[in-house]
T-cell receptor, first 114, second 113 residues
Framework: EPEVTQTPSHQVTQMGQEVILRCVPI?????FYWYRQILGQKVEFLVS????????KSEIFDDQFSVERPDGSNFTLKIRSTKLEDSAMYFC????????????FGPGTRLTVL | DAKTTQPTSMDCAEGRAANLPCNHS???????VYWYRQIHSQGPQYIIH???NNETNEMASLIITEDRKSSTLILPHATLRDTAVYYC??????????????FGGGTRLMVKP
């Protein structure tokens, strides 16, 4: 069964460093998403991406965040200058076209900012 | 998107049916009810969705009341592997925006031997 994959599974970085989280969505999906979950808190939407551009973003997704689909298979989330409060699980998801648009999530990347 | 209300936690005996309720009294006519679950810090997993008719798939059944103000997710024979947080999410399916999912606190289902 096709699945969303994410690398790395755990990333440790120093405050102020840049990190890139990588995702390989399901191959025939057209819509891509990033969510995050701070330990013990709710899953929060960050951004959605379609047709090579951001279609929606939350207030969390500020200028330090960016997303890219550099080739036909990868979808990346870059955090330019990490802060302690960026420590969280980051989940990538993808979905096919409308109408029902159920999203399939990857296993997540645990980001720890020291 | 309409807000939902779910119990914080529920227990269920292994092998019995787990019935998870969700209230969505402000649901609009074009909003669907989606259920996802999250097993211990894994990525959320899609379970089922519906508009007004009851739905069943290999994982669960979804019962939506006639007035659509509430619904129940049924896991017919719960196993220990069904222990998870279950999220009821109401949103429009046809949407030119990103179709973001808004997760609430969900119901923590504990399946006990």
């Amino acid at each position: 069964e096709p699945e969303v994959t994410q690398t790395p599974s755990h990333q440790v970085t120093q405050m102020g460093q840049e990190v890139i989280l990588r995702c390989v969505p399901i191959s025939n999906h057209l819509y891509f998403y990033w969510y995050r979950q701070i330990l013990g808190q709710k899953v929060e939407f960050l951004v959605s991406f379609y047709n090579n551009e951001i279609s929606e973003k939350s207030e969390i997704f500020d200028d330090q965040f960016s997303v890219e689909r550099p080739d036909g298979s990868n979808f990346t989330l870059k955090i330019r200058s990490t802060k302690l409060e960026d420590s969280a699980m980051y989940f990538c998801a993808s979905s096919s076209s409308f109408p029902y648009n159920e999203q399939f999530f990857g296993p997540g990347t645990r980001l720890t900012v020291l | 998107d309409a807000k939902t209300t779910q119990p914080t936690s529920m227990d269920c005996a292994e092998g019995r049916a787990a019935n998870l309720p969700c209230n969505h009294s402000t649901i609009s006519g074009n909003e669907y009810v989606y259920w996802y679950r999250q097993i211990h810090s894994q990525g959320p997993q899609y379970i089922i969705h519906g508009l007004k008719n009851n739905e069943t798939n290999e994982m669960a059944s979804l019962i939506i009341t006639e007035d659509r103000k509430s619904s129940t997710l049924i896991l017919p024979h719960a196993t220990l592997r069904d222990t998870a947080v279950y999220y009821c999410i109401v949103r429009v399916a046809l949407n030119n925006a990103g179709n973001m999912l808004t997760f609430g606190g969900g119901t923590r289902l504990m399946v006990k031997p």
